[in-house]
């Protein structure tokens, strides 16, 4: 209704015409509240403020006391107001519109008869959530604080860790109906300024209701909307954020959503924890090397399996043929309808798992283990060869540090099963083919995805599949060409 | 858009090379040249290495001369508006050509070793997939691609040394049996080895750093040089020369003979590690001759051409009905590559006659 | 139109996987995969074949395995006769052992039998080529049914055979290096040779071949012998039956045999040509551990010594013999005839090399050091 009225017009000389505008427009609203007030020197007034998002004893003490107490006021006087009135952030906003808006975002808003500008100041509290650690992004030894859905306490969160003037936040405007603000977090001597614009581009051309999640953001901004795998990094934790800031990246923060974005990223971020990094590098290659098997053995093993199976015998040692024919006799059906009913058993429990309050899952896991295990080895319906494989490539799925890309790879994973029952390895090597072709093209903000390996830039590669020691990692990754490429000068 | 998703590097351009030349040459060529010439391919290789390494530099010597232009601007300025012009056909038709064997010969070695009862036609979708989808993206993406090729060479390296210690390397001696005839004999199967580089004419305007492309050229065949003649040797002194006479794909036949520790048989994986480094030849063929036909034709719309491509493609390689045929029209895809290099270098020695549009790249 | 188009070739990708009937599909449990077969000559040229392949019912508990005879002409028919037969699709692709009587390996047909191996690329090349002293169909059907205390005969006859490799008792001849070495010329094969006794299968030593025929056989201890001058002895645990030196004093013990176990430090085959007559000289280098020797003898530096020598001068007489044995049945495994052709190249195209094998004149220089003795001196 507010849209309808052409409102971005200045406030009229006369006050029950100005309050009319305003009571109308914000009629059948009763979390507003008008406040009328008669001031000394005989004028009326009127406060208004939103009652859940303002703070009543500030209001009180800070803006209507010292209002109530000045002897006159009048277009003179306000030249003086700022001195008289103890309140941090003081506006006098002339136009209806911004000052319908300052009451909407939170501010306590005075008009007055005999004034051509209203008083806005900010006074905002409501209730936001503890800072605690994300639920999905568990660490053990770093920090455990998070993102929370207000922005101010989060740009606060970064500017608490990284103290230096060239942390720079850049504002959009978004949403029709929401009129929510992006905020983009930059280094200015490290981020390149190109890849600002392309962003600056991308977001002003968005034309929607509102983004009611960073998901939203991220499919509507993507360089290949159509692509399985994510192209930004979406996180909770400040230390990634401080990590991607520190490389030149740069972190879109999204009003009342607790997730950042992280652009531009490889294919790489996806598997790296935040426990490679505060732990010694011995351990924490061990772990890289072991989820990047992790990633190849949830991606191919059913696919291998089903195909050897299928179709190259010949490739399995006798002993273990011998014992895998025997087990197999017992299955009615063919390899990949079986690996298809045991891989959808296990996407259910999982699936249900999700949405049962906490105390059912523990339960479910056992009988989810017990049925698809035991007795459905029992009665036939699969062999135990295969329930292990396909258990095994569904853990080796768990290890992902993202939950993005874990959907990613199973998809893959079953597209593999059936080109392999078609194909045999041919349908094991052909998708796997397609899969990085697919990852060749991807480009995140115009940055090729699958760097460091193609295109084959040696010097990254320190950070990828191994975790060189600390005194090694002294240059910036080239994926966001950042303005200088050594780390740590000593003037800072 | 369009202009930046063609052009390559030159370490990028190294592997392009690589992997249109190794490839379907690697397997066959082994038994080809042991009927040819007896044990002594290896040195028939080294020689035609080199040669060719020789024509390498005076194809980058020949582009230079001209700026900016690839093979087909060239042939009209030298020879005239028609005769370059149906002389730039021909290029085309031979890359066309070109794509269309491979693919046959691509399908054929999956049709033999995996999946007997399979119809071609099948096989030859499936596996243009991937081929499809990196051309419609644009050759930088190719060129990216071919850089796996390191990874395969570098498997089959190891192979080489697994089998080490069953080498009888009597079986090479005497070392120079075949003799000049021996070496003048394997012309053919040498050349079509090698054949592959000569893409470096049709492509050379995308390359950036044109400083250092004949660097990488000749890298390139360096690389292809030292693999065949690897390969060879060990082929040789595993088989020796009777054996190899008359087998057919000796390459695999070596990774089916190593018997390893846990899983016995090796040849799947090997097999499953060299299908893409053959798949690579036909993709590197596929991707120029997409990029001639629109550089020539001013193509607009990229969708609908790329399929009519790849059908036409795929259906022009259903066309030789076995296998003896087949060998039939690589002899003609042979002698069509000779021709295309003989052309090149007379257009290296015509641009000092006739300098229209010769100013060196600086 | 572009739409269209796209719709059509969307349809020609996924219409090949809705028809498809999985062509080459090879399903495990509907495979039986054949483990071992037995060749031996029948009247008329036709062959006597015997595949054994494991039984992966569960239902069947009193066999572990099944046998199948058949008499055709060529393998390829046989298995097909078979496949009439049998309870599943019977496929080549596991063979481990292919068993050849020796009548057939006289006969000299190994070679062709074996290019059927070769030409089906799903076939093992990696399967064993052995002549039994015998009936390779008697030695299956007692194998698989009275064979009680064995393992599965499959496996138990690869494992004796992979031991016998590595105690230098036999060779490993494999499909694919028997075919290789067949088709070379001046190199003769050499291939396992088994035969059954009353409760198991022993591997009695080597079959010899000239060209693909078979011609003689030589036994396990020699074989030893003969496998340090074709190949090497290093990684193989070979123990040589000795005899102890009549002057070595003994106080405890009768014994006048030892077995003192032979490790090889190197071989050198030195050829010359003259009066158009192959000289060859073997140098073989030996060092050894006494593995059972009398009590209390070898604690004297001079009892060592003559050990030493009485040891060389033993195995140069039995590596003598062997070679005088395989010249009279002109048998080269050792591979002289190739590197004549290698290094003397006009030579070997000028003469017949079966015949010239048997005129050359061979002798074999051996020396030996021991190095321990065990924990008794």
Same mark, same amino acid.
């Given at each position: 209704m507010v849209e309808d009225k052409n409102l971005n017009i200045n406030l009229f000389n006369d006050y029950e015409k100005n309050f009319s505008i305003i009571d109308d427009t914000l009629k059948d609203c009763p979390d507003i509240i008008r406040r009328k007030v008669i001031l000394n020197s005989g004028k009326k007034g009127c406060f208004f403020f939103v009652q859940g998002l303002c703070d009543i004893d500030l209001f009180q003490r800070d803006f209507m006391t010292p209002l109530l107490n000045l002897k006159k006021l009048d277009n003179d006087e306000v030249k003086y107001l700022?001195?008289?009135?103890?309140?941090?952030? /003081?506006?006098?906003? /002339?136009?209806?519109?911004?000052?319908?808006?300052?009451?909407?975002? %939170?501010?306590?808003?005075? !008009?007055?008869?005999?004034?051509?500008?209203?008083?806005?100041?900010?006074?905002?509290?409501?209730?936001?959530?503890?800072?605690?650690?994300?639920? %999905?992004?568990?660490?053990?030894? %770093?920090d455990h604080d998070g993102f929370i859905e207000d922005m101010a306490t989060n740009i606060a969160t970064i500017r608490r860790k990284l103290k230096t003037p060239n942390l720079k936040f850049k504002d959009f405007n978004v949403g029709a109906i929401s009129h929510q603000i992006i905020s983009v977090a930059y280094l200015d001597n490290l981020a390149s300024p190109s890849l600002l614009q392309i962003i600056a581009d991308k977001i002003n051309q968005i034309d929607t209701d509102s983004l009611i999640a960073i998901g939203y953001l991220e499919q509507i901004i993507a360089d290949h909307p159509n692509s399985i795998f994510p192209q930004y990094l979406a996180t909770e934790r400040p230390d990634k954020v401080i990590a991607g800031l520190l490389e030149g990246k740069f972190v879109i923060m999204l009003q009342e959503t607790s997730f950042v974005m992280i652009a531009p990223v490889t294919y790489h971020a996806f598997t790296q924890a935040p426990e490679d990094y505060t732990t010694h590098w011995v351990g924490a290659t061990y772990l890289r090397l072991l989820r990047t098997i992790a990633t190849l053995i949830a991606l191919f093993l059913p696919g291998i399996y089903i195909a050897l199976l299928s179709y190259h015998y010949y490739m399995i040692p006798l002993p273990l043929l011998v014992s895998l024919a025997q087990s197999r006799t017992k299955v009615p059906f063919p390899p990949v309808i079986e690996a298809f009913l045991v891989e959808f058993m296990i996407e259910m429990v999982r699936e249900a798992s999700i949405r049962l309050p906490s105390f059912i899952t523990a339960s479910i896991s056992i009988v989810g283990g017990l049925v698809i295990g035991q007795t459905a080895i029992q009665a036939g319906v699969a062999s135990d060869l295969m329930v292990i494989i396909i258990a095994a490539s569904a853990i080796a799925g768990f290890t992902m540090p993202t939950y993005d890309l874990g959907i990613s790879i199973r998809l893959v994973k079953y597209v593999v099963m059936i080109c392999a029952s078609i194909f045999g390895i041919l349908g094991v090597v052909v998708p796997?083919?397609?899969?990085?072709?697919?990852? /060749?093209?991807?480009?995140?903000? %115009?940055?090729?995805?699958?760097?460091?390996?193609?295109?084959?830039?040696?010097?990254? /590669?320190?950070?990828?599949?191994?975790?060189?020691? !600390?005194?090694?990692l002294k240059k910036r990754p080239d994926i966001a060409k950042p303005k200088d490429q050594e780390r740590g000068k000593k003037n800072g | 858009m369009d202009s930046r998703q063609n052009q390559i590097t030159s370490s990028q351009l190294m592997g392009f090379i690589v992997s249109i030349q190794v490839g379907t040459g690697a397997l066959t060529m082994p038994a080809e040249l042991a009927r040819v010439c007896g044990h002594d391919g290896w040195i028939s290789i080294l020689i035609y290495g080199i040669a060719i390494t020789a024509l390498i530099s005076l194809i980058i010597s020949l582009m230079n001369r001209y700026n900016n232009k690839s093979i087909f601007e060239i042939t009209k300025l030298l020879y005239g508006k028609y005769m370059g012009n149906s002389l730039n056909l021909f290029i085309v038709l031979y890359l066309w050509y070109s794509t269309c064997i491979s693919l046959r010969s691509y399908t054929n070695t999956i049709h033999i070793h995996l999946l007997r009862s399979t119809p071609t036609l099948v096989l030859c979708i499936f596996t243009i997939i991937p081929t499809y989808y990196l051309v419609w993206y644009g050759l930088k993406y190719v060129a990216r691609f071919s850089l796996a090729i390191y990874l395969s060479l570098t498997f089959c390296c190891l192979l080489f040394f697994l089998v080490f210690k069953d080498?009888?390397?009597?079986?090479?001696?005497?070392?120079?049996?075949?003799?000049?005839?021996?070496?003048?004999?394997?012309?053919?199967?040498?050349?079509?080895?090698?054949?592959?580089?000569?893409?470096?004419?049709?492509?050379?305007p995308e390359i950036t750093n044109k400083k250092k492309a004949m660097k990488y050229a000749i890298g390139a065949n360096l690389i292809t040089t030292l693999f065949c003649i690897l390969l060879l040797l060990v082929v040789t002194s595993f088989f020796g020369e009777e054996m190899l006479k008359k087998s057919l794909y000796p390459t695999i036949t070596l990774a089916r003979a190593y018997r390893a520790p846990i899983i016995e048989r090796m040849d799947i994986l090997f097999i499953a590690m060299w299908l893409p480094v053959i798949a690579m030849t036909t993709r590197g063929y596929f991707c120029v001759t997409y990029y001639s036909i629109n550089k020539l034709l001013n193509l607009k719309k990229k969708g609908v051409y790329l399929l009519v491509f790849t059908t036409i493609t795929i259906l022009l390689s259903n066309l030789p009905k076995s296998i003896s045929r087949i060998s039939n029209y690589t002899n003609v895809m042979m002698i069509a590559g000779t021709s295309f290099l003989m052309l090149l270098v007379i257009s290296y020695l015509f641009s000092f006659v006739r300098r229209k549009g010769v100013k060196p790249h600086v | 139109m572009c739409k269209q188009i796209k719709k059509i070739f969307v349809l020609v990708i996924v219409i090949p996987f809705i028809f498809c009937g999985c062509w080459d599909q090879v399903l495990v449990e509907k495979t039986g995969f054949m483990t071992i077969v037995g060749i031996e000559p029948a009247p008329q040229g036709n062959l006597k074949l015997t595949y054994a392949m494991p039984?992966?019912?569960?239902?069947v508990t009193k066999v572990k395995g099944e046998?199948?005879?058949?008499?055709?002409?060529?393998?390829?028919?046989?298995?097909d006769n078979v496949n009439r037969r049998s309870g599943k699709n019977m496929l080549a692709g596991k063979i481990q052992l292919v068993l050849y009587s020796k009548e057939l390996a006289g006969q000299g047909r190994i070679a062709d039998i074996n290019s059927i191996f070769e030409r089906d690329p799903s076939d093992a090349i990696l399967a064993w080529v052995v002549v039994v002293d015998g009936s390779p169909r008697g030695l299956i059907h007692q194998t698989e049914e009275n064979f009680t205390d064995k393992p599965r005969p499959a496996l138990y006859l690869n494992e004796i055979l992979e031991r016998a490799v590595s105690t230098a008792s036999t060779y490993e001849s494999r499909i694919y290096s028997y075919d290789l070495i067949s088709m070379a010329p001046g190199i003769d094969n050499i291939a396992p040779l088994i035969k059954i006794t009353d409760k198991s299968v022993e591997v009695k030593g080597s079959a010899l071949f000239s060209n693909k025929k078979m011609v003689g056989t030589i036994n396990a201890q020699d074989n030893g012998l003969l496998m340090a001058m074709m190949k090497t002895l290093k990684n193989k645990k070979y123990t040589y039956n000795a005899s102890i030196p009549s002057e070595a004093y003994e106080a405890y013990s009768e014994k006048q045999t030892s077995a003192i176990q032979l490790n090889q430090n190197s071989k050198k085959i030195n050829i010359s040509i003259q009066n158009n007559k192959p000289i060859v000289d073997i140098y073989l280098d030996f060092s050894g551990y006494a593995d059972e020797y009398k009590w209390d003898n070898l604690n004297d530096e001079k009892e060592i010594k003559k050990l030493n020598e009485h040891l060389e001068k033993e195995i140069q007489e039995d590596c003598q013999r062997i070679i005088g044995y395989m010249q009279s049945i002109e048998s080269d495994p050792i591979g002289i005839g190739d590197m004549i052709r290698a290094k003397n190249n006009s030579y070997f195209k000028k003469v017949e090399w079966q015949k010239a094998y048997k005129g050359a004149i061979i002798s074999v220089h051996v020396k030996f050091n021991l190095i321990e003795y065990g924990d008794i001196q």
């Open positions: 700022p001195n008289k009135i103890p309140v941090a952030g /003081l506006t006098f906003p /002339l136009v209806i519109d911004s000052l319908i808006q300052d009451i909407l975002a %939170g501010n306590a808003v005075f !008009i007055c008869d005999g004034l051509t500008c209203a008083i806005s100041c900010t006074l905002k509290k409501y209730e936001k959530r503890n800072i605690k650690e994300p639920e %999905g992004e568990k660490s053990i030894r %770093g796997m083919v397609t899969l990085v072709a697919h990852l /060749l093209v991807l480009e995140s903000l %115009g940055e090729p995805y699958f760097q460091p390996i193609a295109p084959f830039k040696f010097g990254d /590669l320190k950070d990828t599949y191994i975790r060189a020691p !600390i005194r090694y | 080498l009888r390397f009597n079986f090479l001696m005497p070392i120079g049996q075949s003799g000049i005839e021996g070496i003048k004999s394997s012309f053919s199967p040498c050349i079509f080895a090698f054949l592959g580089f000569e893409v470096i004419s049709v492509i050379y | 039984v992966i019912d569960p239902d046998i199948f005879d058949i008499e055709a002409n060529l393998t390829r028919i046989a298995r």
